[in-house]
């Protein structure tokens, strides 16, 4: 129910159907601060995911945390200090600085081999062009100057603004974030440059995969509203897990159908974007914009309300709002009144609600599981009359239209 379904105005993404990465311009006003209850979300950030985690909850969503990588730094790496000698053999023409973290790293490694002098200056007579704001802000907390920042903040404006220019003899040292950028450097090769990579940090998936592993799962499974994005690594770290599971097809179904895929920029999103998933993606690259961005979005396309009994139900992810309280729902009877709320007051048989029970019960057991969901459901909903039994046909909401 969260996939993008329904109408879309203007700062939210297209439908499944629309063109993949779709997106058009968006304000950001601030939400209401229970703008998310009753939905879950999942988190695949390591670095700053209890701010993210924060972030959300302070809007009532419930927060999975499945990390999804982690950060290797290379300040002891033999690669990174050869790629430091070698940029101050001569002049460096142009920097780039791909992220804050990892000048911050680059920096922090040169002054641990006594070469920091030397690498700040080299670095004061280049042109330091930094990929987003957060990179610049690096550069200038170090007492630099940057030269120029892509509007996009993505390695390929970037790219592009090089290969504007003459690059033939120019020395360029390009700062790796986590993985190669092989394009991007093979293209200033092919311009005439010398490129010096420098390989800060490198990624690898997080020590423990069991998490992660989960969130693919509930993904899969419909038990996500949404799952959060920070990163391109942490988007390729959980295919790569589904992948390695044979479910990655039903992941990225799951995504383009119900689940919405938050990325906090185009960045992120390529790695969606380019298997035709759609992706919600704030105006400016940052958590919090992240946040508000899934606390519009969620509540807009992700509730059903329906008139049932004589009472007001409002289906918000993983809860039920029943005349305004807003009640908790176990997955079995979620997924049971979720169809039966797909068209309200119409019977649906019990063949078709054991279709819709987690785990798919045996033909044998699946009247006795659809009942006792039924039961479940009425419990959790707590007025009477409002989930009707249809002798020999199956259940309904008690609305005024169908049977």
């Not at 603004?161 to 974030?177: K, T």
Request: hydrophobic share 45%; net charge positive.
């Amino acid at each position: 129910m969260t996939g993008g379904a329904g109408p879309v105005p203007d700062g939210l993404p297209g439908p499944p159907g629309a063109a993949a990465g779709e997106r058009v311009r968006r304000a950001e006003p601030e939400t209401a601060p229970d703008a998310l209850s009753g939905f879950t979300v999942g988190v695949t950030a390591t670095r700053r995911r209890e701010e993210l985690r924060a972030l959300l909850e302070r809007r009532g969503a419930r927060v999975i945390s499945a990390p999804a990588i982690r950060l290797v730094p290379l300040a002891e790496d033999t690669d990174l200090l050869a790629a430091t000698r070698r940029s101050l053999q001569s002049p460096i023409d142009d920097v780039v600085i791909t992220t804050g973290v990892g000048f911050r790293g680059w920096m922090a490694a040169a002054e641990g081999w006594g070469l920091s002098g030397d690498l700040a200056e080299h670095l004061a007579r280049a042109r330091l062009l930094t990929r987003g704001p957060k990179a610049r802000g690096a550069v200038r907390a170090a007492g630099l100057n940057d030269h120029w920042t892509p509007a996009s903040e993505a390695c390929a404006e970037v790219k592009d603004y090089l290969l504007d220019q003459d690059l033939n003899g120019r020395r360029i040292a390009v700062q790796l974030h986590g993985e190669p950028l092989d394009g991007f450097v093979a293209s200033l090769r092919e311009a005439g440059a010398e490129v010096i990579e420098i390989p800060v940090y490198r990624w690898q998936p997080y020590r423990d995969p069991s998490p992660l592993r989960r969130l693919v799962t509930q993904t899969i499974a419909g038990a996500l509203d949404a799952v959060a994005f920070t990163s391109a690594p942490a988007v390729h770290a959980m295919l790569g897990s589904a992948r390695a599971d044979g479910v990655e097809e039903a992941l990225l179904a799951a995504f383009a159908a119900r689940t919405v895929a938050a990325c906090v920029g185009p960045v992120t999103a390529e790695p969606l974007i380019s298997r035709g998933v759609p992706t919600l993606q704030p105006e400016r690259s940052r958590l919090g914009a992240l946040a508000r961005a899934l606390a519009r979005h969620l509540p807009e396309h992700g509730v059903t309300r329906i008139l049932a009994g004589g009472h007001r139900l409002e289906i918000r992810g993983h809860a039920v709002a029943v005349d305004g309280d807003l009640r908790p729902m176990p997955p079995a009877p979620m997924s049971i009144l979720k169809r039966l709320a797909d068209k309200p007051g119409h019977v649906v048989s019990r063949a078709d609600l054991r279709l819709v029970l987690p785990g798919s019960p045996s033909r044998e057991s699946a009247e006795h599981a659809v009942e006792m969901a039924i039961t479940r459901l009425r419990r959790a909903l707590g007025p009477p009359g409002i989930v009707e039994t249809v002798v020999k046909r199956g259940y309904r909401l008690a609305c005024a239209q169908g049977l």
